[in-house]
């Protein structure tokens, strides 16, 4: 059964420098999302992308982030310059079409800023 | 505001005990709601959702709009169970759909013990 991948399982990064985190949505899906959950809180919603350019996007997703989907198979996620408060795991999830509400999430990168 | 509340961080049961997950959301609209699971290493995945009505791997969860619950039951806990529930909701679109973020409650971790 196809799955969503993302890479690397776990990073680690110094405060400032800058980290993208991919992710390879199931091939058929249209719809792509990150979401990250920083430790012992809830998985919170980050940013929605569709048809190239992004959808939406919460009050966390500022000028520091960007998403882009390279090619016809990537998705990444990059923080410009990490904070400490950015240590979180990271979720990417994908889903088929607009009348499906299922979302498909991959396994999580685990972003540690030092 | 829109918001998922699961009031209980840890729920331990032993095994063939009944089990209920409590779910309240807070949302004006008309929106979709679900069950994830995610077992000890494991993605977060679909468990059940409140349009589909069915049970999956023994559980149930029904809507009421009026308590504004969805909350998830078992009537015979089993070990494998064991995990971190979380309850979610989406805003429907205009026929079912919906481009939107899922909004998820911080999650219970449910332990059966045999």
């Known amino acids: 059964e196809p799955e969503v991948t993302q890479t690397p399982s776990h990073q680690v990064t110094q405060m400032g420098q800058e980290v993208i985190l991919r992710c390879v949505p199931i091939?058929?899906?249209?719809?792509f999302y990150w979401y990250r959950q920083i430790l012992g809180q809830k998985v919170e919603f980050l940013v929605s992308?569709?048809?190239?350019?992004?959808?939406?996007k919460s009050e966390i997703f500022d000028d520091q982030f960007s998403v882009e989907r390279p090619d016809g198979s990537n998705f990444t996620l990059k923080i410009r310059s990490t904070k400490l408060e950015d240590s979180a795991m990271y979720f990417c999830?994908?889903?088929?079409?607009?009348?499906?509400?299922?979302?498909?999430f991959g396994p999580g990168t685990r972003l540690t800023v030092l | 505001a829109q918001r998922v509340t699961q009031p209980e961080k840890l729920l331990s049961v032993f095994k063939g005990a009944p089990v209920e997950l409590k779910c309240n959301y807070s949302?004006?609209?008309?929106?979709?709601l679900f069950w994830y699971v995610q077992y000890s290493r494991q993605r977060l995945q679909l468990l059940l959702r409140h349009i589909s009505r069915e049970s999956i791997k023994g559980f149930t969860a029904d809507l009421n709009k009026g308590e504004t619950s969805f909350h998830l039951k078992k009537p015979f806990a089993q070990e494998e169970d064991s995990a971190m529930y979380y309850c979610?909701?989406?805003?429907?679109?205009?026929?079912?759909?919906?481009?939107?973020?899922?909004?998820f409650g911080k999650g219970t971790k449910l332990s059966v013990k045999p």
């Open positions: 949302y004006s609209g008309s929106p979709e």
């Open positions: 979610a909701l989406i805003r429907r679109g205009n026929y079912g759909g919906s481009q939107g973020n899922l909004i």
């Open positions: 091939s058929n899906h249209l719809y």
């Open positions: 999830a994908s889903k088929p079409e607009l009348s499906n509400n299922e979302q498909f």
């Open positions: 992308f569709y048809n190239n350019e992004i959808s939406e």
